[in-house]
């Protein structure tokens, strides 16, 4: 099967920044997009940013200028770089990755979440 995990999150000062990750493996036979969603308590889970197969990004209007998502594809890993956090940014961070684990459709899967705490 196929399995997600995360890393990265913590405590951070307002105004500081953090680098999550989360790696793919298993069986996998191709990668699709790449993303970062979040869930504040009691909210329902929304999207940060996401990357496609070719690299292209799209971020909540709340991450931009702040947040970078990258890949690396040879490592089946994405990144997501937070700078300038606000305690806003409190939440707990999701990985999602969509793949193939043969040649039949795509499926999303997700990482286990990851807290991310900022202080004012």
């Known amino acids: 099967q196929v399995q997600l995990v995360e890393s990265g999150g913590g405590l951070v000062q307002a105004g500081g920044s953090l680098r999550l990750s989360c790696a793919a493996s298993?069986?996998?036979?191709?990668?699709?997009?790449m993303g970062w969603y979040r869930r504040v308590l009691g909210n329902q889970r929304e999207l940060v940013a996401v990357?496609?197969?070719?690299?292209?990004?799209n971020y909540a209007d709340s991450a931009k200028d702040r947040f970078t998502i990258s890949r690396d594809n040879a490592k089946n890993t994405v990144y997501l770089q937070m700078n300038s956090l606000k305690p806003e940014d409190t939440a707990v961070y999701y990985c999602?990755?969509?793949?193939?684990?043969?040649?039949?459709?795509?499926?999303?899967?997700w990482g286990q979440g990851t807290q991310v705490t900022v202080s004012s």
């Open positions: 298993g069986r996998i036979f191709s990668i699709n997009a």
């Open positions: 999602n990755v969509r793949l193939r684990t043969g040649r039949g459709p795509e499926y999303d899967y």
């Open positions: 990357i496609s197969s070719g690299g292209n990004t």
